[in-house]
């Protein structure tokens, strides 16, 4: 009989700097720690989420078919968020980045699904954002 899996959680590949990664983005979010590491592996939690940081060698590269997505509350937040990441990473469209490390991220507001789920609202809306590179809640609130 096949149990019910208890936990599933992402392995992040990085090239020998899987401690250095772990600990900037446990520097970035509140809720965050390194739970236990070796030379091979750091394992490391954010707002209870477990995440393994591999050292896995220059074989595999991060892109965009994997991301994580941040949703804020409010723009204080969201400025936060996509400061502290894009620092030595890049900026992309539609509140998406590569943080320094590679890793693709989406910082977006909370309100966003329910305005993009409103039919009258949803195509200005979408207009408003298709020129956004961080999102501005404010000018999507007005769309």
């Given at each position: 009989?096949?149990?019910?899996?208890?936990?599933?959680?992402?392995?992040?590949?990085?090239?020998g700097?899987?401690?250095?990664?772990?600990?900037?983005y446990?520097?970035?979010?509140?809720?965050?720690?390194?739970?236990?590491?070796?030379?091979?592996?750091?394992?490391?939690?954010?707002?209870?989420?477990?995440?393994?940081?591999?050292?896995?060698?220059p074989?595999?590269?991060?892109?965009?078919?994997?991301?994580?997505?941040?949703?804020?509350?409010?723009?204080?937040?969201?400025?936060?968020?996509?400061?502290?990441?894009?620092?030595?990473?890049?900026?992309?469209?539609?509140?998406?980045?590569?943080?320094?490390?590679?890793?693709?991220?989406?910082?977006?507001?909370?309100?966003?699904?329910?305005?993009?789920?409103?039919?009258?609202?949803?195509?200005?809306?979408?207009?408003?954002?298709?020129?956004?590179?961080?999102?501005?809640?404010?000018?999507?609130?007005?769309?």
């Amino acid at each position: 009989m096949i149990q019910a899996m208890k936990n599933i959680h992402p392995c992040l590949w990085f090239n020998g700097n899987a401690r250095k990664a772990a600990q900037f983005y446990c520097g970035i979010f509140k809720h965050a720690k390194i739970t236990s590491e070796t030379p091979t592996v750091v394992h490391f939690e954010v707002n209870g989420q477990k995440i393994m940081a591999l050292n896995g060698g220059p074989h595999f590269q991060f892109n965009e078919a994997v991301s994580f997505v941040v949703e804020c509350d409010n723009q204080e937040e969201l400025d936060y968020y996509w400061e502290k990441l894009t620092a030595g990473g890049e900026e992309s469209m539609f509140g998406w980045l590569k943080d320094k490390f590679g890793l693709s991220w989406q910082i977006v507001p909370k309100v966003l699904g329910e305005l993009m789920a409103d039919p009258q609202r949803s195509p200005r809306v979408m207009q408003a954002f298709l020129k956004m590179k961080k999102f501005d809640i404010a000018t999507l609130l007005k769309a």
